[in-house]
């Protein structure tokens, strides 16, 4: 009688079971059953998580610095109000991505030293300047709304604790378009002075929001597994049609322009098209070659450096407990 697979070789058989694991991974991911993290994955599905939700995590943290600079200087009580409980809404963020980044294996601290190594990317938006009040506004707008138009759909990741978090991160988001968008409201409805401030921001923002979603479809080299994975369920040029589309008629609304002259509505196909986006700016942004690169990260080794006294007070808080409850089980 022949038995298949008797007298394979052991890296063939485990090759077998690999093949049958990843089968009925992709059955439960087609099913949309959530992956949770004891589960088993493939590397390569574990890999891209990692570094998809450790650079979302990042880009919360390095995110808080270009409006927190703002916060002693804005221009009412209220607007202070907001402004703080946004930047600690993004830092809250931070925390919950890397929670669950480390559902996968990876720690805190190994992320976070990449980061302050220079090694790890984060969104390219937050390296470039906030000159002015308007682009306080111009950020929760157009960056924090180009967010929620790429983070809706996380809430549907295959991979449950990332899933989850994003959740209450979509929502909080939300509140952080609404005041952008109605503090550029009352800076273009105010005197011509502010009106033009809100332009030149909008100016400022427009191109590296669009960025935002990262490159071509063409040119990305994990759409295709995050795609087929349910970690992403629309791509980049997918992501951002949907907002380009959107945001149009918030200008319109607002009586600012778009500083695009090609854009235009395609009534056959029913959506904007818009100019050529610079994608060798944004390659020279990732690349830490930005107008802020150098400040951003700066800034974080500097908090990072200056929180050390906390972290070593934490743990050593947490010894001694430890070592109470030892005593007292004793």
Not at 283 to 290: F, I, R, S
Request: positive net charge; hydrophobic residues 40%; glycine residues 6%.
């Amino acid at each position: 009688m022949y038995t298949q697979g008797l007298d394979q070789p052991a890296e063939l058989s485990t090759s077998l079971d690999e093949a049958s694991l990843e089968r009925r991974f992709l059955e439960r991911v087609d099913a949309e059953e959530k992956i949770e993290p004891k589960d088993w994955m493939p590397v390569r599905y574990r890999n891209t998580l990692i570094r998809q939700i450790s650079q979302h995590a990042h880009s919360e943290i390095v995110g808080m610095l270009p409006e927190g600079n703002w916060i002693t200087r804005a221009p009412t009580l209220k607007r202070k109000t907001i402004l703080i409980a946004k930047v600690q809404d993004e830092g809250g963020h931070g925390a919950y991505l890397y929670s669950a980044a480390e559902t996968l294996g990876v720690s805190r601290e190994q992320m976070i030293d990449q980061l302050l190594a220079g090694k790890a990317k984060y969104s390219s938006i937050f390296n470039y300047p906030t000159p002015t009040w308007a682009d306080v506004g111009a950020i929760g707008w157009l960056v924090d709304g180009a967010a929620i138009m790429n983070q809706l759909p996380l809430c549907r990741c295959s991979y449950g604790p990332y899933a989850r978090a994003m959740v209450r991160v979509c929502r909080e988001e939300s509140f952080h378009q609404r005041q952008g968008y109605d503090l550029m409201l009352q800076l273009a409805r105010g005197t011509p002075e502010q009106k033009q401030m809100a332009q030149d921001a909008l100016n400022r923002w427009w191109w590296p929001a669009l960025m935002m979603f990262g490159p071509p479809d063409a040119d990305s080299m994990h759409s295709s597994d995050s795609k087929r994975w349910k970690i992403k369920r629309l791509s980049n040029d997918e992501l951002r049609q949907k907002f380009v589309d959107f945001t149009v008629h918030q200008a319109n609304f607002l009586g600012l322009t778009l500083p695009d002259p090609q854009l235009k509505w395609n009534e056959a196909q029913q959506r904007h098209e818009y100019g050529p986006i610079n994608w060798a700016e944004f390659e020279q942004v990732l690349k830490g070659n930005g107008p802020c690169n150098a400040e951003r990260l700066a800034a974080r080794r500097k908090a990072h450096a200056d929180g050390a006294w906390v972290r070593e007070a934490a743990v050593a808080y947490a010894a001694k407990q430890s070592k109470k409850r030892a005593s007292l089980a004793a």
